[in-house]
Every structure is written in C-alpha cells, then in structure tokens.
C-alpha cells in the first residue's frame, strides 16, 4: 500500500510561485513513477507534470512548460512541483500519483497508469 500526502497548495497572485510537495510512503519509491495532475471545476484531470523513476526523464504539459518543474527526491520519498509566473488558470486542485507496478518506470501522463493518489491540494491564483 502506498500513501501519498501532498502540502504547498494556497492562494496567490498572478506572476507568484507555489512549491508542491508529495510525501510517499513505500519501500521501493524510488522505482515508481510520479505524476502531478490538476483537475478545476467542470473540467477533466489532466497531467501536468511526469518524472521517471530516477528523474532522467520528464513531462510537461504544454500550458505550463517552462513555468513548472517537477522533480524527486528519492532519499526523501518526496516528488516536487515548483510552480513560477502563476496564472489564474492553474486554479485547480492538484494530486499527485504514483506508478507503483514492478520495475523502474518511465514518466506516463496516462492517468490510467496510476494506481495511487493523494488527497489533493488546492491551488488557487488571483488576478
């Protein structure tokens, strides 16, 4: 069983920067893949952000590539976001998910792919 616990989420004005984090239990974390996915009001879950297993590889969504960067720590059982030039559409609440199936995996933005998520935290961007 894994548990993810996500913090950092809060509100802030437009052009301000948030830095999520994602604490994960598990003994073999640093095999799973980890994704940071957002869902808003009346809208589906959509990935944002992807990181393999030992970080070698990323994914961006294209409406925040080059304002967001994900990446791990391995020692901490930690995944991060780092959110920079914040919008208003970036309000959403923000999960972060695990791929935890056998052997070292690559970054994924199939939501399908994940078989845990966090709680969610909200993310909220004022103009």
């Known amino acids: 069983q894994v548990q993810l616990v996500e913090s950092g989420g809060g509100l802030v004005q437009a052009g301000g920067s948030l830095r999520l984090s994602c604490a994960a239990s598990g003994r073999t974390f640093r095999s799973y893949a980890m994704g940071w996915f957002r869902q808003a009001p009346g809208k589906e879950r959509e990935c944002v952000a992807a990181i393999s297993w030992n970080g070698g590889i990323t994914y961006y969504a294209d409406s925040v590539k080059g304002r967001f960067t994900i990446s791990r720590d391995n020692a901490k059982n930690t995944v991060y976001l780092q959110m920079n030039s914040l919008k208003p559409e970036d309000t959403a609440e923000y999960y972060c998910?695990?791929?935890?199936?056998?052997?070292?995996?690559?970054?994924?933005?199939?939501?399908?792919?994940?078989?845990?998520w966090g709680q969610g935290t909200q993310v909220t961007v004022s103009s």
């Open positions: 998910a695990a791929d935890s199936a056998p052997g070292n995996k690559v970054a994924t933005i199939d939501r399908d792919e994940y078989d845990y």
